[in-house]
């Protein structure tokens, strides 16, 4: 009987260890981090300067967006070859994404209300 097995295959040796998120969700991470670290004026006009809805899960796009600087968040926090890559997460990532989520004329979060 000839099997065709390889062990260096099998056990995946060259592969990077799993490692595990920071934050258990983007929930979690929104509220234990983002929240926490973002300082920005926020309007108590809606349609006037920066917007945020205190329910930002009930925004399709919001969640898209912030569920993508999560991720991006996880993978520059874990980056052992480029040390500036949290560097880049905040210019290439979260800011282009905050200027649209928090757009208080055009954003995902504009028309929400206070109820």
């Not at 295959?9 to 969700?25: F, G, H, K, Q, R």
Request: proline share 4%; with cysteine.
């Amino acid at each position: 009987m000839d099997v065709d097995f390889d062990l260096d295959e099998e056990l995946d040796l060259d592969a990077e260890p799993e490692v595990e998120p920071a934050y258990e969700s983007v929930d979690d991470w929104v509220q234990h981090y983002l929240a926490r670290v973002i300082q920005r004026r926020i309007s108590d006009r809606p349609g006037h300067g920066l917007t945020w809805d205190a329910r930002w899960w009930t925004h399709g796009e919001a969640v898209a967006r912030l569920t993508a600087l999560w991720w991006a968040w996880e993978s520059a926090r874990r980056s052992v070859e480029d040390r500036a890559a949290m560097s880049g997460w905040w210019v290439e990532h979260c800011e282009p994404h905050l200027r649209m989520l928090l757009d208080g004329v055009t954003g995902p979060m504009s028309g929400a209300d206070d109820t």
